[in-house]
């Protein structure tokens, strides 16, 4: 952990250093031995947790940033465009960290005990006798496996998941204790659940490396921890129910935009590559905005509602949007008299939805928990 903490400027694990030879082979060498302790490792969630966030975020900020194309060449400093020529040892520490973050949360089998020998990274999937041997893995030959946290492994001792089976969902060292050392012809791998509901793609088109995210709010030292690249976002995936709240800044700053569905490229929004913190949340309900009372339309007694809740700690319904009558993040003295200057004065009407139900556009405090009047 000394590494992370105090040789890895915004995350990168020796940014700073800039040597060939073999103290360029040296970060994939550790990186390599990162991922195996995150995987191997007895240790609390919270470490293997940062060690696998640690393997990944370098691996993309390299993908993203330092990777010269299209000659794929990898420089000392994964953070900085790679040159137009590197030693091989260079080139090699990169390679070791993109293997690294391919494998470093999937279950492994190995050929021996303890997690020695041959091994294979197995993804969710069923692996039948001939899927095994095409990644490398013999038949009958597994010893020892790790299995992360949340995922569930079946073994089987007949090809095409038949015969006799047995179920890890934790690391094992010998299988001779079950009575399975090499045994297994097939193997069923299934994924924990994901829990996150939003997915965030460096290109457009859902393409190039995505970070999944559930409901929370995401700084950008915690989105970079993820692997996320600042400014480096353009495709977004919202599941049904859930919007993301983009912002500029960092610590939920700058222009915001709310995406409540899919969009395959932000340039047509205006925020292309702008994304530095963002906030994952349910949708609120659809409202219409200055209908402070629910009644079905903005009219005087809303303004009246609205300073009652003010100034005389009236009730108000659960949708705290439609009183925000200016759309600011507030409900304040300004939000009635928006609304009767509009009714009475002829002013511009209010920010939407004001004319027809529908969601807050903006990123606020506020929110709308229910709403009877529209469907």
Same mark, same amino acid.
Request: aromatic content about 8%.
């Given at each position: %952990?000394?590494?992370?903490? *105090?040789?890895?400027?915004?995350?990168? &694990?020796?940014?700073?250093?800039?040597?060939?030879?073999?103290?360029?082979?040296?970060?994939? &060498?550790?990186?390599?031995?990162?991922? /195996?302790?995150?995987?191997?490792?007895?240790?609390?969630?919270?470490?293997?947790?940062?060690?696998?966030?640690?393997?990944?975020?370098? $691996?993309?900020?390299?993908?993203? &940033?330092?990777?010269?194309?299209?000659?794929?060449?990898?420089?000392?400093?994964?953070?900085?465009?790679?040159?137009?020529? %590197?030693?091989?040892?260079?080139?090699?520490?990169?390679?070791?960290?993109?293997?690294?973050? *391919?494998?470093?949360?999937?279950?492994?089998?190995?050929?021996?005990?303890?997690?020695?020998?041959?091994?294979?990274?197995?993804?969710?999937?069923?692996?039948?006798?001939?899927? /095994?041997?095409?990644?490398?893995?013999?038949?009958?030959?597994?010893?020892?496996? %790790?299995?992360?946290?949340?995922?569930?492994?079946?073994?089987?001792?007949?090809?095409?998941?038949?015969?006799?089976?047995?179920?890890?969902?934790?690391?094992?060292? !010998?299988?001779?204790?079950?009575?399975?050392?090499?045994?297994?012809?097939? &193997?069923?791998?299934?994924?924990?659940?994901?829990?996150?509901?939003?997915?965030?793609?460096?290109?457009?088109?859902?393409?190039?490396?995505?970070?999944?995210?559930?409901?929370?709010?995401? %700084?950008?030292?915690?989105?970079?921890?993820?692997?996320?690249?600042?400014?480096?976002?353009?495709?977004?995936?919202?599941?049904?129910?859930?919007?993301?709240?983009?912002?500029?800044?960092?610590?939920?700053?700058?222009?915001?935009?709310?995406?409540?569905?899919?969009?395959?490229?932000?340039?047509?929004?205006?925020?292309?590559?702008?994304?530095?913190?963002?906030?994952?949340?349910?949708?609120?309900?659809?409202? !219409?905005?200055?209908?402070?009372?629910?009644?079905?339309?903005?009219?005087?007694?809303?303004?009246?509602?609205?300073?009652?809740?003010?100034?005389?700690?009236?009730?108000?319904?659960?949708?705290?949007?439609?009183?925000?009558?200016?759309?600011?993040?507030?409900?304040?003295?300004?939000?009635?008299?928006?609304?009767?200057?509009? !009714?009475?004065?002829?002013?511009? $009407?209010?920010?939407?939805?004001?004319?027809?139900?529908?969601?807050?556009?903006?990123?606020?405090?506020?929110?709308?928990?229910?709403?009877?009047?529209?469907?």
């Amino acid at each position: %952990t000394w590494v992370l903490d *105090a040789r890895s400027p915004d995350g990168m &694990i020796f940014g700073q250093e800039t040597g060939g030879g073999d103290g360029g082979l040296f970060k994939g &060498i550790l990186v390599r031995y990162l991922a /195996l302790l995150a995987r191997e490792g007895n240790m609390p969630a919270a470490t293997r947790l940062r060690f696998q966030e640690a393997v990944k975020h370098n $691996a993309n900020i390299l993908n993203a &940033i330092g990777l010269r194309r299209p000659e794929m060449i990898v420089g000392p400093n994964w953070a900085v465009r790679a040159g137009p020529t %590197t030693d091989l040892s260079t080139q090699l520490s990169g390679l070791l960290l993109m293997e690294a973050a *391919a494998i470093v949360e999937l279950p492994m089998v190995y050929q021996h005990y303890n997690f020695d020998g041959r091994s294979s990274a197995l993804p969710a999937g069923r692996h039948d006798t001939a899927a /095994l041997a095409a990644r490398g893995v013999v038949d009958n030959d597994i010893t020892s496996l %790790t299995v992360p946290p949340g995922w569930r492994v079946t073994l089987f001792d007949g090809d095409d998941f038949s015969g006799a089976s047995l179920v890890k969902s934790g690391n094992d060292t !010998l299988l001779n204790d079950d009575g399975w050392n090499d045994r297994a012809s097939s &193997i069923a791998v299934e994924a924990p659940a994901s829990s996150a509901v939003v997915s965030l793609y460096s290109d457009c088109g859902y393409d190039g490396y995505a970070v999944a995210l559930p409901v929370g709010s995401y %700084t950008l030292g915690r989105l970079q921890a993820m692997g996320m690249v600042d400014n480096d976002i353009s495709a977004v995936r919202v599941g049904s129910g859930f919007q993301v709240t983009v912002f500029q800044q960092q610590d939920f700053t700058g222009n915001s935009a709310v995406i409540s569905e899919d969009e395959t490229c932000l340039v047509d929004r205006g925020f292309n590559d702008e994304v530095s913190s963002a906030v994952v949340s349910a949708r609120g309900a659809l409202f !219409l905005r200055g209908d402070a009372n629910a009644s079905g339309t903005a009219d005087m007694s809303d303004a009246i509602t609205i300073l009652g809740f003010l100034f005389l700690g009236s009730a108000m319904n659960d949708c705290s949007d439609a009183a925000d009558v200016n759309d600011d993040g507030e409900v304040d003295i300004s939000d009635p008299a928006r609304l009767l200057s509009h !009714l009475f004065l002829g002013s511009e $009407a209010p920010p939407e939805p004001f004319d027809a139900c529908g969601e807050d556009p903006t990123g606020d405090d506020l929110d709308c928990a229910a709403f009877g009047r529209c469907p």
